[in-house]
């Protein structure tokens, strides 16, 4: 697997707390991009940066918010988890020419 | 906008028989398309590009661009092959973010 990882893997919260994600990557590659996977949406985009500090917003962005201090390190953060944000979260890499390579994802339950 | 399409969330076949997973996309301009396959509880893993024109796992697509569409077959299924499939569209020039279809749960019965 390309060197990409994610943690936590697992993690369940309460309404309200704040939770962030962290993916991190070994191959230099300039973009990185999270997602969220949910049973008949698919894979939908959140943010994505394409640079260090150099972020923008995906299609479902609403209450994210995303930091990149870094090469190798993304983080999402959601800053008051609701139920509706329980899902499987998915972070990619790019050097943009080629395709994007999947962390392992990190199940994250809101109750 | 772009879009893509898989019209069969489920599809279940017998092993040993052909199959085929629909993609349709929606893009005004000269699209990438990629097929991600997804094993149980596993990450993504990029299956096809077409421009690469690579079989993969006996899997190939073709893009027909007249007809808007990116399925992807294979002639024989194997048991192995029971997976999500995701079809996705890179739009040039917009950071080669992808956008992706809902997937196609694919079992090949035995």
């Known amino acids: 697997d390309a060197g990409i990882t994610q943690s936590p893997r697992h993690k369940v919260t309460e309404t309200g707390t704040p939770v962030t994600l962290r993916c991190h990557q070994t191959?230099?590659?300039?973009?990185m991009y999270w997602y969220r996977q949910d049973p008949g949406h698919g894979l939908r985009l959140i943010h994505y940066?394409?640079?260090?500090?150099?972020?923008d917003k995906g299609e479902v962005s609403d209450g994210y918010s995303v930091s990149r201090s870094k090469t190798e390190d993304f983080l999402l953060t959601l800053e008051s988890a609701t139920s509706s944000q329980t899902s499987v979260y998915f972070c990619?890499?790019?050097?943009?020419?080629?395709?994007?390579?999947f962390g392992p994802g990190t199940r994250l339950t809101v109750l | 906008a772009q879009r893509v399409t898989q019209p069969e969330k489920l599809l279940s076949v017998f092993k040993g028989a052909p199959v085929e997973l629909k993609c349709n996309y929606s893009?005004?301009?000269?699209?990438?398309l990629f097929w991600y396959v997804q094993y149980s509880r596993q990450r993504l893993q990029l299956l096809l590009r077409?421009?690469s024109r690579e079989s993969i796992k006996g899997f190939t697509a073709d893009l027909n661009k007249g007809e808007t569409s990116f399925h992807l077959k294979k002639p024989f299924a194997q048991e192995e092959d029971s997976a999500m499939y995701y079809c996705?569209?890179?739009?040039?020039?917009?950071?080669?973010?992808?956008?992706f279809g809902k997937g196609t749960l694919l079992t090949v019965n035995p």
């Open positions: 893009y005004s301009g000269s699209p990438e």
């Open positions: 191959e230099n590659h300039r973009y």
């Open positions: 940066s394409y640079g260090v500090k150099d972020t």
């Open positions: 990619a890499i790019s050097a943009g020419f080629n395709e994007q390579f």
């Open positions: 996705a569209l890179r739009s040039g020039g917009s950071n080669y973010k992808l956008t």
């Open positions: 077409h421009i």
